[in-house]
C-alpha cells in the first residue's frame, strides 16, 4: 500500500543528510507531498513537489509506479504531470528506476549549491545592489504582484514562477519575484518555484527572443537582495551549465553535482493507467 502522509514528519529520518529546500517544504507541509509504504513507521518514501521526485529509503516498485492525483483533486504542487525529475536517494532507487521506465527515464546530470542558511556570508550586496539598479530604458522591474501572478501563471514560458503555489495568498505568504517587463509583457524574471519556513527555491528564465542581455542576472540580483532584506535564503539549483554559471556569477558555491532522471511519460511501459 502506498500512503500520503498527514504527518509529514513521520518520513523526516529516511531524508536526513538530504540538503535540498524542496524535501525540507513536503517535511515543513508548506507545499508538496510525502507518500510511504507505512503512515506512521515508513520505511521508504516520496517525496513530490511539482517536477521533482525524491525517493528514500528501501526501493520500493509500488511507491514508484504510484500514480499521483489528476489535475483539480489535489494542491498544484502534488498534481500528476507528464514530465517528472526522479532523483535517486542511492543506487538501488536508481536501479528500479530504469527498471520499470526503460528508455523513458533519461539520466542528467544536475548542479547543486551550498546553503548558507544563517544570512548574507555567500553574497556579495554591493555587487548585487548595482546589478539590479542596472535597469535598460524602456523596461521596467517589479516585484511579483497578484496581477503579475495571475498574468505569469497564465504564460507558458514564465508559468512555473507561479504553478505550484494554490493562490496568490500563499504566494505571498512562501513566495517571492521579480519581473522585467516591456510594455507590460514579462520578458524576463525570478521567481521561488517553491517556498519553505525560511526561503524558497529560484526559478529564473528569459523569454527566447529576450536572452543574452543580462536580464537573468539582473532579475536574481534583485530577487536575492529581496529575500536577504526578508531574512530569507534564496535556494538555487541548476539544471544545466549555463544556470550553474549564473548562480557561481550571482555568488553561490559549487556543491559538486548529482544524478537525476528525467521521466518523460507519467507511467511505465506496461503499466496501465486507471481511467
Known amino acids: 500500500m502506498v500512503y500520503q502522509l498527514k504527518q ?32 506512521t513507521h515508513p520505511a521508504s518514501a516520496r517525496a513530490v513537489l511539482g517536477d521533482f521526485h525524491y525517493f528514500a529509503g528501501k526501493p520500493d516498485k509500488e511507491l514508484l509506479l504510484y500514480q499521483l492525483p489528476a489535475p483539480g483533486m489535489c494542491p498544484p ?18 536501479e528500479l528506476i530504469k527498471e520499470c521506465f526503460a528508455q523513458k527515464a533519461v539520466k542528467v546530470l544536475r548542479y547543486a549549491f551550498r ?8 553574497f556579495d550586496v554591493k555587487m548585487l545592489q548595482e546589478a539590479a539598479g542596472n535597469v535598460p530604458d524602456g523596461f521596467e522591474l517589479r516585484m511579483m504582484d497578484e496581477a503579475l501572478f ?18 496568490y495568498a500563499q504566494y505571498r505568504r512562501y513566495g517571492l519575484g521579480a519581473v522585467l517587463l516591456k510594455d507590460g509583457e514579462p520578458v524576463s524574471g525570478a521567481s521561488s518555484y517553491s517556498g519553505f519556513c525560511g526561503g524558497i527555491e529560484i526559478e529564473i ?20 537582495l529581496e529575500c536577504l532584506d526578508r531574512g530569507w535564503y534564496p535556494a538555487w539549483d541548476a539544471q544545466n551549465r549555463q544556470s550553474a554559471a549564473l548562480a557561481c556569477r550571482l555568488g ?15 507511467k511505465a511501459a506496461g503499466v496501465h493507467e486507471p481511467e
Open 205 to 224: 528564465d528569459t523569454r527566447k527572443d529576450w536572452r543574452r542581455r543580462g536580464f537573468a542576472f539582473l532579475c536574481g540580483a534583485r530577487l536575492i
Open 150 to 167: 495571475m498574468q505569469c501563471r497564465e504564460t507558458a514560458w514564465c508559468r512555473d514562477w507561479a504553478a505550484q503555489y494554490e493562490d
Open 115 to 122: 546553503k548558507d542558511i544563517s544570512g548574507r556570508k555567500s
Open 8 to 39: 509529514p514528519q513521520e518520513a523526516v529520518s529516511l531524508f536526513e543528510g538530504w540538503h535540498e529546500t524542496m524535501i525540507w517544504s513536503c517535511l515543513q507541509g508548506v507545499m508538496g507531498c510525502i507518500y510511504a509504504d507505512s503512515r
Open 252 to 266: 553561490y558555491q559549487p556543491d559538486g553535482t548529482y544524478e537525476a532522471y528525467e521521466v518523460t511519460s507519467g
Open 77 to 94: 504542487s502534488c498534481e500528476r504531470r507528464d514530465f517528472g525529475i526522479f532523483v535517486p536517494g542511492h543506487e538501488g532507487w536508481a
